[in-house]
């Protein structure tokens, strides 16, 4: 017993010495046990770096380069035409918030339905495909709320089927399409927000595969598994 208080003792003498108390303020660089990613290779501003033949550490950006949450111009905007609207935007429209005033519309947004080059069966796959990148996770393939993260412990993420008659419960399946949009946009309770990885564009598509799906599930009189 001796031994294990002098040991225990000892313990605690070369922790101390070695890491400091708590809070106490030290001149030396700190001692790093894990030094995650503190420490990288990087030019720092103003630098020189010897990588580039002309010496100058900062660059200009690669030609080309498109500002983070920018869609790449499509063809007609390189030639004159009007440019495209961008992926991300934080316009007040419809289509943008899936609001009208303080409320939340119904139905697809002008924008996509009016245009027969975005709003085609083109646009429900591209709605499927998102989905199940970003969705299908914790929602389920079908939409029956029973993703893989329901192993995991995420188990109120919705179910996104109009379940017949029989599930009232799920207000989820019966919210307005700009509802839908809103939540992708910014999250709700439980569920994070997917605004800054899902174009707008893309999030109505999603909306519409949903809708799709609650058809199915509608037509199949069941809950899709
Ligand atoms: C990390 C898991 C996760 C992912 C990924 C996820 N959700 Fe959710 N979602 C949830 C959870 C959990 C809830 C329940 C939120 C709450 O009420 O706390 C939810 C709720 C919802 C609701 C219902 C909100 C309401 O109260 O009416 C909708 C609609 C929805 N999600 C759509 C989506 C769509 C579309 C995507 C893909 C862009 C998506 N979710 C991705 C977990 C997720």
């Not at 080309?64 to 935007?89: L, Q």
Request: charged share 20%; proline share 5%; with cysteine.
């Amino acid at each position: 017993m001796k031994y294990f208080f002098l040991s225990y003792i000892f313990v605690i003498a070369i922790v101390v010495s070695a890491f400091g108390f708590r809070g106490s303020k030290s001149e030396l660089p700190p001692l790093e046990v894990f030094p995650d990613m503190d420490h990288q290779a990087k030019v720092k501003y103003q630098a020189s770096s010897e990588f580039f033949a002309d010496g100058r550490g900062a660059r200009l950006p690669v030609k080309g380069t498109v500002p983070m949450g920018f869609e790449i111009p499509a063809k007609a905007a390189v030639d004159g035409a009007t440019p495209p609207r961008v992926g991300f935007t934080n316009g007040l429209s419809y289509y943008d918030t899936g609001k009208m005033g303080d409320f939340y519309g119904d139905g697809l947004p002008s924008e996509i339905i009016a245009d027969p080059a975005v709003f085609n069966a083109e646009f429900i796959k591209r709605g499927e495909q998102r989905y199940n990148i970003n969705c299908a996770i914790c929602h389920g393939t079908s939409g029956n709320g029973k993703g893989v993260t329901s192993r995991y412990g995420i188990l109120t993420a919705f179910n996104l089927q109009q379940p017949g008659n029989s599930d009232p419960a799920n207000a989820g399946a019966y919210r307005a399409d700009g509802a839908i949009f809103d939540v992708i946009t910014n999250g709700k309770g439980l569920m994070g927000s997917y605004g800054g990885n899902i174009t707008v564009r893309d999030r109505w598509a999603i909306v519409a595969y949903i809708r799709a799906l609650q058809l199915a599930a509608k037509e199949s009189g069941a809950t899709l598994q």
